[in-house]
C-alpha cells in the first residue's frame, strides 16, 4: 500500500438495473414510500422532479425507501438493489422557484415528500419506461425512469402537525431543520423536507437536488449539535469503535481533546468508487473553529460520517478529538448511497468502545486490532493525521489558532 494515491473520492462503479419487461406501461396505480427525487443534472435553476414508486407486485411500498431498517436488518447489497430495481421515478422538468407558484405536479411532489406515511398515487407516462443505471457516492440508486404525463394522490396524506407548522412559519431553513430535528423528526425525513423546498421565508424557497439536501441536512444538523459539544469536557480515556457494514470497516479513535475531526477513506481495487487496480484514498479535517470550505476531497461521505459521530458525543456529553478510518473494500461493489456510510459509522458507535487511560497503549493496540480484523496497516494514518502530528501537540487551544 506504499503508493496509495490521495485525492478526491474516485469514480463510482456502474450498477446495471435488470428487470422485467413493464417498458409499454404507462398507466398504473402504485404506492410511493414516500420518496420524491430532485435531479441536478438539468443546468441550474432547471432540475427533474421525480415520484418515486415501485411498479410491479409488492407488498409493502415503505421498504423501498428505508434505509434506516436496511441497516437495522442487515440487508444485504443485492437486497438493497433489487428493491431499488423495482422503484420507478416518474418524472417532470421545473424550476426551482416553482415550488412558491402552486403548481399541479409540484404540490403533488411536495404533499409525498412530507407525508408521514406512504401515500397511494395514479400515475400516466408519456413515453416507455427507461431502465436505470444510477450510480452515485451520495444518491440511493433507483432503478428506472419516464417522463410523467399526469398524476393523482388517491389517499389521504398524512401530514405530522409539527412539521406542517415549521414550513408555514417565516423562520430560515436551517432554523427550521433544527427545530424538526429536536422534535425526533430524522434526517431522512428532512433531507425530503429540505429537498422539496418548503422550509425557509416564504421569498426564499425553492425546490433543492436530493443530492445537495442530503448532504446540506447531515451538515447543518451536526453543526448545530457541535455548539453544545464544544461547550462540555473532554472526554477521559482513549477510545476506539469498530465494526464493518455492506463491506465498510470503520475505525473510530477518540482522544482527550477539544473537538477536532479527521476522516480517512481508503478505496480497495475492485470496490464500488474505485473499479481500477491502485490503491486510492481520500482525506479531509477540521479542527476547532470547523471547515471554511466544502470537504472536496471526502464529499458527502465526510459530512455523513461526522454526523452520527457528533450524536454520540452529544449523548455522553463529551467532546474529542475524532479520527476515523474508512476502508472500502472490494464487496462493496455498488454504492448505494451515503446512508451507508451514516448507518455503518452508527453500527460501530452501537459495538461500544475499548477504553484506555494510556496514549501509547491505545495506539499500540488500534494498530493490533486494524491489523488482526481488516488486515490494514495504520502507520500510514499515524504518519500522515493532521490530528495526531500537529493539532494534538499544541497543549492549550490558544496556540492552535
Known amino acids: 500500500m506504499e503508493n496509495i494515491k490521495f485525492g478526491k473520492s ?117 413515453n416507455k419506461i427507461s431502465s436505470g443505471n444510477l450510480k452515485d457516492n451520495v444518491l440511493t440508486p433507483h432503478g428506472m425512469k419516464g417522463e410523467l404525463k399526469d398524476a393523482k394522490i388517491t389517499s389521504n396524506v398524512k401530514i405530522n402537525n409539527f412539521v406542517d407548522k415549521v414550513i408555514h412559519d417565516e423562520i430560515k431553513s436551517i432554523e427550521g431543520m433544527n427545530l424538526l430535528y429536536k422534535k425526533g423528526i430524522n434526517e431522512y425525513s428532512l433531507s425530503k423536507i429540505l429537498s422539496i423546498g418548503v422550509l425557509g421565508l416564504s421569498k426564499d424557497k425553492k425546490l433543492v437536488p436530493t443530492r445537495w439536501s442530503i448532504t446540506a441536512t447531515d451538515d447543518a444538523i451536526s453543526k448545530e449539535i457541535l455548539k453544545k459539544i ?54 479531509d479535517y477540521e479542527g476547532f473553529l470547523g471547515r471554511k470550505e466544502y470537504a472536496f476531497n471526502c464529499a458527502g461521505g465526510y459530512y455523513a460520517t461526522r454526523f452520527p459521530i457528533t450524536e454520540y458525543l452529544e449523548k455522553i456529553k463529551r467532546q474529542a ?28 458507535i452501537n459495538k461500544g468502545s475499548l477504553k484506555f487511560s494510556d496514549k501509547e497503549e491505545f495506539l499500540d493496540s488500534v494498530k493490533k486490532i486494524a491489523k488482526i480484523k481488516y488486515d490494514f496497516d495504520i502507520n500510514l494514518i499515524y504518519e500522515k493525521s493532521w490530528f495526531l502530528n500537529y493539532a494534538e501537540k499544541q497543549k492549550s487551544l490558544g496556540k492552535w489558532f
Open 230 to 283: 464544544k461547550g462540555y469536557n473532554e472526554i477521559e480515556n482513549y477510545e476506539l469503535m469498530f465494526g464493518e457494514f455492506l463491506g465498510n470497516q470503520y475505525l473510530i479513535l477518540l482522544f482527550p481533546s477539544v473537538f477536532s475531526f479527521e476522516l480517512f477513506e481508503f478505496y480497495y481495487p475492485g470496490s464500488s468508487w474505485n473499479p481500477g487496480k491502485d490503491f486510492k484514498a481520500s482525506h
Open 10 to 126: 474516485g469514480k463510482v462503479g456502474k450498477i446495471d438495473f435488470k428487470s422485467k419487461d413493464i417498458s409499454r406501461l404507462s398507466k398504473f396505480e402504485s404506492i410511493s414510500p414516500p420518496s420524491i427525487f430532485i435531479g441536478s443534472k438539468l443546468t441550474y435553476p432547471n432540475v427533474n422532479v421525480g415520484i418515486l414508486s415501485p411498479v410491479g407486485e409488492f407488498e409493502d411500498a415503505q421498504v423501498y425507501d428505508d434505509c434506516e431498517n436496511w441497516a437495522k436488518n442487515n440487508y444485504s447489497i443485492n437486497d438493497v438493489v433489487k428493491l431499488r430495481t423495482g422503484l420507478l421515478n416518474s418524472r417532470f422538468k421545473s424550476k426551482v422557484q416553482d415550488v412558491r407558484l402552486n403548481k399541479k405536479f409540484v404540490e403533488i411532489a411536495k404533499d409525498i415528500a412530507l407525508s408521514s406515511k406512504p401515500v397511494d398515487v395514479e400515475i400516466e407516462l408519456k
Open 321 to 348: 478529538g475524532v479520527l476515523v478510518v474508512r476502508l472500502e473494500t472490494p464487496s462493496y461493489w455498488a454504492s448505494l448511497g451515503v446512508w451507508v456510510v451514516r448507518e455503518s459509522v452508527r453500527k460501530a
